[in-house]
């Protein structure tokens, strides 16, 4: 199963007690019955509830870290991503179960130096259906996208276009190289996407491994948020921010073009006027999203490395050509 490594839990926290008390244990037990040295880092994002005082009370061993004010999943990690001091990082949600032997087909991924993480199968509560597995990425338009799931049975080495934040086990150094997260996807949605891309571009290598599986329960805090306009601007504006890092050439420009006629437009031809919003949200971002794309040229350089979307698509598609591939 190869050789095992250290790893350093990072939970990033908001007002989960509740989710804490029920899940933690699973982690606990994962651990131990791997036999690994760890490290247990929760970040509390400003909560409301009893959450530190439960941490404190219950698990007095865990790295208690607490940001001044609430700061998103982005901020919280990196923060925990920060502290952490041993080989591997597995960033965890809340409201995720692992099963007892959860870590031990992952060891064997960092054998290969070029691995930058692996995640497991991400099933419902009830074990009826797969809410996670690979994703295979594709163009689509002017966009590129990675919403097409698929897994391969038995113990294959299946790379994906990027891990989930909710279970991923990530080497360390490439992470922090990284310097973890992308704090401009703040508060939510799409920071894990950028940093696997991020990480295929630098030329490490993301897994899925289907035979390490655990369970995600919706969370009640994650019921109670905003659905409404908020949160359509920030899910849109985070994702012309991705297109707009990492899109180049004359894909980049074309699907600038899009951005500003048939998306805007067909928002507000449904009465959908939050759009304007998102889109000015975006364009404000401007200088932020050139500092990130220098970030990732000089990185590129140092590690002498030249991949872009291009390349993603072309390895994960070679690499499944002719397997047994199966379609959720």
């Not at 007002?15 to 994962?30: D, V, W």
Request: charge should be positive.
């Amino acid at each position: 199963m190869g050789s095992k490594k250290s790893i350093s839990v990072i939970l990033p926290n908001y007002n989960g007690k509740h989710l804490m008390e029920q899940f933690i244990p699973s982690t606990l037990e994962a651990l131990e019955f791997s036999g690994v040295d760890y490290e247990f880092i929760v970040v509390d994002d400003c909560s409301k509830d009893d959450s530190i005082s439960f941490i404190r009370n219950n698990y007095p061993n865990f790295i208690l870290l607490k940001n001044d004010i609430n700061s998103g999943f982005s901020k919280t990690c990196n923060k925990g991503i920060q502290q952490a001091t041993k080989d591997l990082i597995f960033l965890l949600n809340s409201d995720v179960q692992l099963t007892p032997n959860y870590f031990e087909n992952q060891f064997q991924y960092f054998e290969n130096v070029e691995t930058f993480g692996v995640m497991g199968r991400i099933m419902n509560f009830d074990g009826k259906k797969m809410e996670d597995t690979a994703r295979l990425p594709y163009y689509k338009g002017g966009k590129f996208k990675a919403n097409k799931f698929f897994y391969i049975e038995g113990n294959n080495k299946v790379p994906t276009t990027y891990l989930s934040g909710a279970n991923a086990l990530i080497d360390r150094q490439k992470l922090q190289l990284l310097n973890g997260f992308d704090e401009i996807y703040s508060p939510f949605y799409f920071e894990d996407f950028d940093l696997g891309l991020r990480a295929w571009e630098a030329g490490w290598l993301c897994y899925y491994d289907h035979q390490s599986y655990c369970y995600h329960q919706v969370s009640s805090s994650t019921k109670k948020v905003n659905k409404g306009n908020s949160v359509k601007i920030t899910y849109n504006r985070n994702g012309f921010t991705l297109q707009s890092i990492h899109l180049k050439g004359f894909r980049r420009s074309f699907w600038l073009v899009q951005l500003f006629t048939l998306t805007l437009l067909g928002h507000l031809f449904k009465g959908e006027f939050w759009i304007v919003k998102s889109i000015q949200q975006f364009i404000s971002q401007r200088k932020a999203m050139e500092q990130s794309r220098t970030n990732m040229r000089n990185l590129q350089q140092q590690l002498n490395r030249q991949h872009d979307l291009n390349y993603i698509i072309s390895t994960i598609s070679t690499a499944i050509a002719n397997q047994k591939v199966k379609w959720l």
